[in-house]
């Protein structure tokens, strides 16, 4: 690909392609924390939140889930059935959160399914 040159003519060497930077992708980590904030304010509107314990909160939040959606499959597995349905979670709750924080989960997790059926 060098073409033959004459040796009166200086030796010029052929452009290179320059090699294009991939740019890295930034992998968005989905967390609670906007969520965690916005009921902090609505129940405590002069309350601050440090950046540990929000961590430590969406932590908390992250293994509730797990136990929930663990507990929801293994009812549904032991029912034969290949969904999980709002009673599959509901069942769950009951199980893996105690007394009257069950009871409230519940009471807001129908009014959020109501909701959102309704519209």
């Given at each position: 690909w060098h073409q033959k040159l004459k040796k009166s003519q200086p030796r010029r060497s052929?452009?290179?392609?320059?090699?294009?930077?991939?740019?890295?992708?930034?992998k968005s980590v989905e967390t609670y924390k906007i969520y965690i904030f916005k009921v902090l304010?609505?129940?405590h509107p002069d309350i601050g939140i440090s950046s540990k314990a929000m961590g430590i909160m969406n932590s908390f939040i992250n293994d509730i889930f797990e136990k929930l959606a663990q507990e929801a499959s293994r009812l549904a597995r032991y029912n034969k059935k290949p969904t999980i349905t709002?009673?599959?979670?509901?069942?769950?709750?009951?199980?893996?959160?105690p007394g009257e924080l069950a009871k409230h989960?519940?009471?807001?997790?129908?009014?959020?399914?109501?909701?959102?059926?309704?519209s």
């Open positions: 052929l452009p290179r392609r320059r090699k294009k930077k991939k740019k890295r992708v930034k304010k609505q129940v709002s009673r599959e979670i509901q069942t769950a709750v009951r199980l893996v959160l989960a519940v009471s807001e997790g129908t009014k959020a399914v109501t909701k959102f059926t309704s």
